[in-house]
């Protein structure tokens, strides 16, 4: 039996996702919650004729095969259902639109989306599967959609929520019955409680933000208390509003907040609550309201978020030049790292401002060489640290600069750039490059990221993240999560792989984490960079942000200290170019310059910019690997990007060993097969030997080294290279003196080529020997005993089904050993020589086909076998 179940207090949201997720799984039956909204109840007493639900009472729980439950990941907000999740028995299925906590519920499937409403994430599952949706059904969606995005002006409405929205709309949802259903009239009782409710209202300051607490004594639940509460804020034009109802011995709390600077959901988790950033509740087993208010404003104070000030958001990393500078060379540090514009100092002192059009005016002239001081701006707009970074947006938007150094007892400690202030205020996701697509996106709030970092990551690696975050801000130093790391977590994927960059010295950082933290410190002058080691073993790799510039097509980049904006850029794909900050104010905000959320969201893999293969074709490897490890597709552009290099023969100019750690890393992923193919698709192959391709034989000789390696998997021996057997596989088409010159090319370990060239030489004949089923043990394991594992997989890979037979029989007596050694031929009176091991070798053979077991046994078999040889010695005199 299948059932459909959502959290106590039904609302509308809740009950339009069980509806939709019935049109999924319609076999499952809906089991409502006892309790629900009054505007719920009555829509289900109305539609009861429709609504095909199930009462608790007449369900068998101990016949329940799946569970899909829909609006919350929480357990223990499912009633009676509570204990299904915890089944093993029992599949469970999740639909949510809340962010993860670390209380969720095992979901063997969660499709969970951070939207308006979890009605929301079933309807793009309707409407990509093409499921008919009856003008009824529309209008319950609608309501559910309507009610928990406030009617699509909630901060959490995204995209999605509209674009479902407009679906149901067309869909015939009956615009009357929303509006009965939504309008929320007030009855006599319900007047009576807001009455109360503004009579005990009273507003306090905390920390620059008015709080409105207002209390009420009820007789009974009161299922408006939210409606309410909302009521009161529009009434008294307050945008963070608390509502305490004191019930018998426990008081429900209801918060609201209009302000990013107030998250609801982190206050009230103060008192064991929870919910929506801008809407939580909580019920709390006391009768002190006064004492829960001074909690609520400590959590308040404690979770506010400070107004921003220029140090905040201005990058510290300033490129500036000496007021001697030639024009000439102000253009190509301008060029160098991207700037429109420079700061020209004197002394070390701000001196003025040159941008990119005077000198381009200057060049034109003819006066490159002149210093630029004849041609900098001398009354350049300045800031102080603690300017308010609303101030420093307002002379951004009012005068004709795109830049604003920050002063500090005259001397420059940063530079603030519109692009810096409109992300730092209005969000990272506020200011898109030109090329970011505009498909929908979740576009991932900070409390959203700290969800999935609580959900994904140990509790001791998020205390770690957060300490980091203190260190940084006693140093005065930006960290941020870059790469891999983050991409991961977007995708809801695992990584422990912590990658920092700092702007500023990366390695003075990894010095105060040691201070603080103990452990090592291995730092890389030459790269500014520095791996810590703390105590536990916990690696932590950690890079200066820098910037890059190749003076050549596929060589080694030029690296030079740079903002965290220049070293996003110098990554391959705007998936990868990716970064949180993790210092306090501003820990879990996304840096996404580059539109790397969306692609991830489109499952795209995008270069950055036009001249990437060129600057380092590896890139090219990468983007195959990223795009056949997560199921993504190379953008049109990047496939033509690649053709372009690959028909510029780029590929050729890359060193060895580059090519050698690129094939390395593609051949240890679980399919190498479809990255090979992919690669063969885009010419890559060709250009590393003509030979080289994966038709259908490769591509199925791959397939089966693959298995092969899962069947012995148990039985291989290490060091054991997996990746090796898979080149084995790949480069089997060419000659012995061409894969002799390939693996020279690419530097490949003596070893490694050593495995390669010598299974491939002897292939044809250790398979041909192996041909018939009826060999003797001994026989097998003589042709296969010298070889490498790598190899045995690769003949089995290669064998038909007699051949795989014995080698599948090798593995099973390769560990056999004799219990005799060479101390019992010398007490038998022989002296050690070179038929020492021919006879143990014999005794072996025998011990192998059955002829002998035990110690005993094999002494005798060697007796006799030295006795025979003795008396061959003896006929022959």
């Known amino acids: 039996m299948d059932l459909i179940t959502s959290h106590v207090n039904l609302d509308f949201d809740s009950l339009a996702a069980m509806v939709a997720a019935q049109k999924l799984y319609p076999r499952a039956k809906i089991v409502l919650p006892t309790t629900m909204g009054k505007n719920v109840r009555e829509f289900i007493q109305l539609h009861r004729d429709i609504l095909d639900t199930k009462d608790i009472r007449d369900i068998d729980l101990s016949k329940t095969k799946r569970l899909i439950v829909v609006d919350t990941r929480l357990k223990n907000r499912l009633g009676d259902l509570k204990v299904l999740p915890d089944r093993k028995s029992v599949e469970t299925i999740v639909f949510d639109h809340h962010p993860p906590s670390g209380e969720d519920m095992h979901a063997d499937h969660d499709y969970s989306e951070e939207t308006g409403a979890s009605t929301t994430v079933l309807i793009k599952m309707l409407k990509d ?40 709309m067309m869909k015939h949802a009956n615009t009357k019955i929303i509006h009965r259903f939504l309008d929320f009239s007030l009855d006599a009782e319900q007047q009576s409680l807001l009455g109360e409710l503004l009579r005990s209202a009273h507003s306090v300051d905390v920390e620059g933000v008015l709080v409105l607490f207002t209390r009420a004594k009820v007789t009974s639940y009161v299922d408006s208390a939210s409606a309410l509460t909302h009521k009161v804020g529009d009434l008294e034009n307050m945008d963070v509003v608390i509502t305490f109802l004191e019930l018998k011995d426990r008081i429900n709390i209801i918060g609201r907040s209009r302000l990013g600077e107030v998250d609801m959901n982190a206050v009230l988790e103060a008192v064991g609550g929870g919910g929506h950033p801008q809407a939580a509740s909580a019920v709390v087993n006391a009768t002190d309201i006064d004492e829960l208010e001074s909690t609520l404003i400590e959590a308040i104070k404690k979770n506010i978020k400070e107004s921003q000030t220029a140090r905040d958001i201005m990058t510290t990393l300033v490129h500036a030049v000496d007021i001697s500078t030639s024009v000439k060379e102000a253009r190509e540090e301008m060029r160098r790292f991207g700037l429109t ?320 750690d690129e094939l390395i890393a593609l051949l240890s992923e679980p399919a190498p097969w479809q990255a090979l193919k992919r690669l063969d698709e885009l010419g890559v192959l060709k250009s590393l030997n003509g030979k080289l391709q994966v038709g259908p034989e490769t591509e199925k000789l791959l397939r089966d080294i693959s298995l092969a390696i899962e069947r012995f998997r148990g039985r291989i021996r290490h060091p054991f290279r997996r990746w090796l057997v898979f080149l084995i596989g790949l480069t089997e088409v060419l000659t012995a003196r061409e894969n002799e010159g390939f693996l020279t090319k690419l530097k490949m370990r003596k070893e490694d080529a050593r495995i390669v060239v010598t299974a491939l030489k002897q292939a044809s004949g250790v398979i041909k020997r192996l041909g018939d089923e009826g060999l003797r043990k001994s026989r097998i394991h003589k042709i296969l005993r010298e070889a490498y594992d790598e190899a045995l997989i690769y003949y089995y890979a290669r064998g038909n089904k007699a051949e795989r037979f014995n080698i599948d029989g090798y593995f099973e007596i390769r560990d056999v050993r004799l219990k005799m050694t060479g101390n019992d031929l010398i007490r038998m009176g022989r002296m050690p020589s070179v038929e020492f091991s021919k006879v143990l070798d014999k005794v072996l053979a025998a011990k192998l086909d059955g002829k002998v077991s035990g110690k005993e046994d094999e002494i005798e078999y060697a007796k006799r076998l030295l006795a025979r040889k003795r008396g061959s010695e003896e006929a022959r005199k």
Do not use: W
């Not at 499952?603 to 293969?613: A, C, G, P, Q, V």
């Open 341 to 660: 514009g420079l700061p020209i100092t004197e002394n070390g002192k701000l001196a003025g401002l040159i941008t990119s059009k005077d000198v381009d005016n200057a060049i034109k002239n003819g006066l490159a060489h002149a210093p630029v001081k004849g041609f900098m701006i001398m009354k350049v707009v300045t800031v102080a640290p603690d300017a308010p970074a609303s101030g420093v947006q307002d002379i951004l938007s009012s005068s004709d600069i795109d830049r604003v150094p920050v002063i500090e007892n005259g001397e420059i400690i940063g530079i603030i750039s519109r692009r810096e202030i409109l992300r730092k205020i209005h969000g990272p996701s506020y200011r898109l490059p030109l090329k970011a697509p505009m498909e929908a996106s979740r576009r991932f709030t900070p409390i959203e990221i700290k969800g999935r970092l609580d959900a994904l990551l140990p509790h001791k690696a998020r205390m770690l993240l957060s300490r980091l975050g203190e260190i940084a801000d006693e140093t005065a130093i930006h960290v941020y999560l870059i790469g891999g790391f983050v991409r991961d977590l977007l995708m809801n994927h695992r990584n422990l792989d912590i990658d920092l960059v700092v702007e500023g010295s990366g390695i003075e950082f990894a010095k105060h984490i040691v201070s603080a933290l103990g452990g090592r410190c291995i730092a890389h002058e030459k790269f500014a960079t520095s791996v810590v080691i703390l105590p536990d073993g916990f690696r932590i790799d950690i890079a200066s942000a820098r910037t890059e510039f190749y003076e050549q097509p596929a060589a080694l980049p030029q690296v030079e200290l740079g903002s965290i904006r220049q070293d996003l850029f110098r990554r391959d794909f705007t998936v990868n170019a990716m970064a949180i900050s993790l210092n306090k104010q501003t820990f879990g905000e996304l840096l996404d310059y580059f539109g790397g959320e969306s692609d991830i969201e489109n499952r795209k893999i995008h270069m950055l910019h036009e001249l990437s293969f060129i600057d380092d074709p590896t890139r090219i490897f990468r983007a195959v690997r990223f795009e056949q490890r997560y199921g993504f597709h190379i953008s049109e552009e990047t496939a033509d990007l690649i053709s372009s290099a690959v028909n510029m023969q780029l590929i050729g100019r890359l060193t060895g060993v580059r090519i050698r």
């Open 129 to 168: 599967r093409n499921i008919g949706i009856s003008p009824f059904e529309a209008t319950l969606f609608a309501l559910g959609i309507h009610e928990d995005t406030g009617s699509l002006t909630y901060p959490s409405t995204t995209f999605d929520d509209a674009d479902a929205m407009a679906y149901l």
